[in-house]
T-cell receptor
Framework: GENVEQHPSTLSVQEGDSAVIKCTYS??????FPWYKQELGKRPQLIID?????GEKKDQRIAVTLNKTAKHFSLHITETQPEDSAVYFC????????????FGTGTRLQVTL | EADIYQTPRYLVIGTGKKITLECSQTMGHDKMYWYQQDPGMELHLIHY???????EKGDLSSESTVSRIRTEHFPLTLESARPSHTSQYLCASIRTGSYEQYFGPGTRLTVT
């Protein structure tokens, strides 16, 4: 089955700096890669996703890049703010009707003032 | 409002009790999932369903069971709760043909 590895497990950056979280996946048939943000005590929220037919996607301060050849994808957050502090999860899924997300182990991002 | 609802949100129960965690969604989604998560930690898939009368076990072995009699309803049952079941349980759903998976607010379970 699919295996998703996520690094780093914890990340501390100063406000205004950029943060990068990286994930690798094992199944070349995976074609959908979402990123979730989970604030303390709250549910995971989808913040951005990318499909395998594109290499990069941006939404304001966040962007995701995908390298299908190397089987890795990354989340980039620019101009970090304290409200970006949360746990971030990457995930991967194959296409088709019988599909489920495989999650990474999470990255705890702390944005300090 | 279209959303995923979970009840109860918090539950403290004694060892050996039978409990059912409720999950309902009003978005017409046919795929539903249950995850177990210790706060801020990894998400473990314990059960999923692709439609009415369809249920499958997930990647993490669980002593719980699920049923899917109605499209909008996917309850999870623990026949005999144990302290090792203490965790947060998250329900999620997705519409066939869509990629986006949405999570419910979770039930935080404590077994004493």
């Amino acid at each position: 089955g699919e295996n998703v590895e996520q690094h780093p497990s914890t990340l501390s950056v100063q406000e205004g700096d950029s943060a990068v979280i990286k994930c690798t996946y094992s199944d070349s048939a995976s074609n959908y890669f979402p990123w979730y943000k989970q604030e303390l005590g709250k549910r995971p929220q989808l913040i951005i996703d990318i499909r395998s037919n594109v290499g990069e996607k941006k939404d304001q301060r966040i962007a995701v890049t995908l390298n299908k050849t190397a089987k890795h994808f990354s989340l980039h957050i620019t101009e970090t703010q304290p409200e970006d502090s949360a746990v971030y999860f990457c995930a991967a899924r194959k296409g088709g009707t019988a599909s489920k997300l495989t999650f990474g182990t999470g990255t705890r991002l702390q944005v300090t003032l | 409002e279209a959303d995923i609802y979970q009840t109860p949100r918090y539950l403290v129960i004694g060892t050996g009790k039978k409990i059912t965690l409720e999950c309902s969604q009003t978005m017409g989604h046919d795929k539903m999932y249950w995850y177990q998560q210790d706060p801020g930690m990894e998400l473990h898939l314990i059960h999923y369903s692709y439609g009415v009368n369809s249920t499958e076990k997930g990647d993490l072995s669980s002593e719980s069971t699920v049923s899917r009699i109605r499209t909008e309803h996917f309850p999870l049952t623990l026949e005999s709760a144990r302290p090792s079941h203490t965790s947060q349980y998250l329900c999620a759903s997705i519409r066939t043909g869509s990629y986006e998976q949405y999570f419910g607010p979770g039930t935080r379970l404590t077994v004493t």
